[in-house]
């Protein structure tokens, strides 16, 4: 994985509560990068809670958008040039998959340089992606959770009963075959 440090990021969707602003937007505001967070255009006051949270965490340059997945709006549009977007456990709903990777795809097209780093939780061996990477002509690699230490049982921290399965995908635009999604 690159170095994400300098590079302009967006978040999708911003896990804007503080403890989603404090653990993942921070960090990269501090290594330089130019960070953009959103959420629902739909959840006006959720929005709102993120901007509060950039606020009480000293990061009142970050700018906070409404992006709905599956909807092409002036805000996505007129988005600046991206580097990564991520977005952690956005493959929640299976009723939404197709939405965040149809938003995605509109972003790598815009940004043909860019990467979508997305993690998520496996809930049932029915739901995949594969299909919708492929109609919407992606590509994806697997990256080891063990490449940066996050193999363990209690991932991040979290004493939640059970084995959970967590992945990290890199999703680009297809260009050449890859191995391991």
């Given at each position: 994985m690159a170095c994400m440090c300098g590079r302009q990021q967006l978040f999708l969707p911003s896990m804007c509560g503080h403890t989603g602003v404090r653990s993942w937007t921070r960090p990269s505001w501090r290594c330089g990068c130019k960070v953009l967070l959103s959420d629902s255009a739909r959840l006006p006051l959720c929005l709102e809670n993120?901007?509060?949270?950039?606020?009480a965490n000293g990061l009142e340059t970050v700018r906070v958008l409404g992006l709905t997945w599956g909807e092409v709006s002036p805000d996505l549009v007129l988005l600046?040039?991206?580097?990564?977007?991520?977005?952690?456990?956005?493959?929640?709903?299976?009723?939404?998959?197709?939405?965040?990777?149809?938003?995605v795809t509109f972003l790598l097209k815009?940004?043909?340089?860019?990467?979508?780093?997305?993690?998520?939780?496996?809930?049932?061996?029915?739901?995949s992606i594969e299909a919708l990477l492929h109609k919407w002509q992606l590509q994806c690699?697997?990256?080891?959770?063990?490449?940066?230490?996050?193999?363990?049982?209690?991932?991040?921290?979290?004493?939640?009963?059970?084995?959970?399965?967590?992945?990290?995908?890199?999703?680009?635009?297809?260009?050449?075959?890859?191995?391991?999604?």
């Amino acid at each position: 994985m690159a170095c994400m440090c300098g590079r302009q990021q967006l978040f999708l969707p911003s896990m804007c509560g503080h403890t989603g602003v404090r653990s993942w937007t921070r960090p990269s505001w501090r290594c330089g990068c130019k960070v953009l967070l959103s959420d629902s255009a739909r959840l006006p006051l959720c929005l709102e809670n993120c901007r509060r949270s950039c606020a009480a965490n000293g990061l009142e340059t970050v700018r906070v958008l409404g992006l709905t997945w599956g909807e092409v709006s002036p805000d996505l549009v007129l988005l600046p040039a991206l580097d990564i977007i991520l977005g952690s456990d956005v493959f929640y709903e299976p009723e939404d998959f197709e939405d965040v990777i149809a938003t995605v795809t509109f972003l790598l097209k815009k940004n043909p340089r860019a990467e979508f780093w997305t993690t998520y939780q496996e809930r049932s061996a029915d739901w995949s992606i594969e299909a919708l990477l492929h109609k919407w002509q992606l590509q994806c690699a697997s990256v080891p959770l063990i490449s940066f230490n996050a193999n363990s049982a209690q991932l991040a921290g979290s004493t939640l009963p059970g084995r959970h399965t967590v992945q990290m995908l890199i999703v680009s635009l297809k260009t050449k075959p890859l191995v391991g999604c």
